[in-house]
């Protein structure tokens, strides 16, 4: 008889991803953990907004299928541009195309990284068509959390967010999670660039201060909500609806060293965190690999170079939108969709100088003030979203005039 030659295990099928907002910070950084693992990661759907040149020099680095503009105007560029460059990447354009090749056979993950509660129907197409989906939009669970994780759990899609913080929640949780032996989960704040400032201090800040976030490279409307803790109040409720948690069992603390993403605490007294340098390529192999690791292009943390780990408890005069946004946690209904709307309208209006970053609060206060009873249906919950924005726009009038 000859040995018997052990079989060669075959390799993994490659993981396609679609990257939508593949020209923000997140979806750079997801690019880059891509392209370190190209045996088992590919791009074959890259979206973006408005960026088609960006869009065009990304397609050109990674060769996708397909590649999408949100600005239905900019078609021509994209298609003329794809066409000068010699690639074989078809365009397309519009929210409906998007949806399509979200939900269809072109991609096998989805990272949904589009700012802003635009970017719900795509994250929404991802989960009806059970992808895993590395969630970075906070804005779809905040709108309409119960809606995106009924339609996870029918179809079976994974969903592993990619906030550094509940991330780190997701890999300390075990597996086989049990709810009785789960004390509460605590999110780590940095503070953001006006920590340990007095509310009174904060009257005269400028936009190019508010963006100048200390740790993190993000955007400008996520560094303001940062400044405000508001992407903080936006998280709780996250966590909310990704952990199944009350607000009684969620927890926040500043942390201003950003190196703990999170804590869980179990009820034997033990405490478990995830720590790691602030970089988004930790969280985002996180969830290209899980439950296995990869290389993310991340240096390990080196704890007797950095010293010390700083915690407080956050100061809720100074930066009351964290406060609103635990109180719409706790009022429920459309009132998560009401303070998401009206601060991306108050920090539009801060990012254009048209408010002070005192009356962002005062913005999304007085749409809180108008909620109504919703269905909690899609339909209802946008529309709630709409008059939100309604609400909004007029307080930013009176404020603009007042000031």
């Known amino acids: 008889m000859s040995p018997q030659v052990p079989s060669t295990p075959s390799p993994a099928p490659v993981q396609r991803i679609a990257v939508l907002g593949a020209t923000g910070s997140i979806g750079t950084s997801a690019l880059d953990v891509i392209a370190r693992h190209p045996a088992r990661l590919r791009a074959s759907v890259l979206a973006a907004g408005r960026q088609v040149d960006a869009l065009v020099a990304l397609c050109a680095s990674h060769r996708p299928e397909h590649a999408v503009i949100a600005d239905s105007q900019l078609y021509p560029r994209l298609r003329d541009g794809l ?139 996520i560094s303001v909500d940062s400044a405000t803790l508001m992407n903080k109040g936006l998280e709780v409720i996250e966590a909310h609806h990704l952990f199944g948690l009350p607000r009684s069992r969620i927890e926040v603390l500043v942390h201003p060293q950003s190196l703990v993403h999170s804590l869980v605490d179990f009820i034997d007294g033990s405490t478990l965190a995830q720590l790691g340098l602030p970089d988004m390529r930790t969280a985002l192999a996180v969830g290209f690999a899980w439950p296995r690791r990869i290389a993310s292009g991340v240096a390990l943390l080196d704890l007797a170079v950095h010293g010390r780990l700083d915690f407080e408890q956050p100061d809720l005069d100074a930066f009351p939108c964290l406060a609103l946004a635990f109180g719409a946690l706790e009022a429920g209904g459309s009132a998560p969709a009401v303070l998401n709307a009206a601060n991306e309208v108050a920090v539009s209006a801060f990012l254009q100088r048209r408010i002070a970053f005192l009356s962002i609060a005062e913005v999304v206060e007085a749409a809180l003030a108008r909620v109504d009873d919703t269905d909690g249906s899609l339909d209802g919950l946008l529309a709630a979203d709409a008059q939100a924005r309604r609400d909004a726009d007029q307080a930013v009038v009176r404020l603009a005039h007042r000031g």
């Open 83 to 221: 066409r000068d460059a010699g690639l074989s990447t078809q365009a397309h354009a519009g929210d409906e195309a998007l949806d399509v090749l979200v939900g269809g056979d072109g991609c096998d993950t989805v990272v949904a990284a589009i700012v802003g509660a635009t970017g719900l129907a795509s994250t929404l197409a991802a989960a009806r068509a059970g992808k895993r989906l590395l969630l970075a939009n906070k804005e779809s669970l905040v709108l309409a959390g119960d809606l995106l994780m009924q339609a996870a759990r029918s179809s079976g899609a994974t969903v592993i967010p990619i906030d550094s913080e509940h991330n780190a929640i997701f890999q300390c949780l075990p597996a086989q999670r049990d709810d009785q032996a789960l004390r509460r989960i605590v999110l780590t704040a940095s503070g953001g660039p006006f920590r340990g400032r007095s509310r009174a201090s904060l009257a005269d800040v400028t936009p190019e201060q508010a963006i100048a976030h200390p740790k993190w490279s993000m955007g400008p409307k």
